[in-house]
């Protein structure tokens, strides 16, 4: 059973950065495909980005160009750099891992961290 703990969340102005990180026990981060997903209030929660253990990686294209991710398998930790932020990625960023595929961890993957809350405002 891997358990993802979320850090790094915040209040942060229009245009900052944070790094989201997700610490990962029971469990290499290298043998998963990881990502990052968020659920503004009122929204369902949406797909962000992903890694895979090959080293590419997905993005969906409302945060491409302006999110990183990435692993540290020294640390067993996937990061999430966000930058450029706008007050419209507010919400709550969840961390989740699946051994499957690609599609599966974006469907329904097989564990979730609890999520840290990122808050864009002015």
């Known amino acids: 059973q891997v358990q993802l703990v979320e850090s790094g969340g915040g209040l942060v102005q229009p245009g900052g950065s944070l790094r989201l990180s997700c610490v990962a026990s029971?469990?290499?981060?290298?043998?998963?495909?990881m990502g990052w997903f968020r659920q503004a209030p009122g929204k369902e929660r949406e797909f962000v980005a992903a890694?895979?253990?090959?080293?590419?990686?997905v993005y969906a294209d409302s945060v491409k160009g302006r999110f990183t991710i990435s692993r540290d398998t020294a640390r067993n930790t996937v990061y999430l750099q966000l930058t450029s932020l706008k007050p419209e990625d507010t919400a709550v960023y969840y961390c989740a891992a699946d051994r499957t595929s690609i599609s599966q961890l974006r469907k329904d993957p097989d564990f979730w961290g609890q999520g840290t809350q990122v808050t864009v405002s002015s």
């Open positions: 029971g469990g290499t981060v290298s043998r998963y495909r």
């Open positions: 890694s895979l253990s090959g080293g590419s990686t």
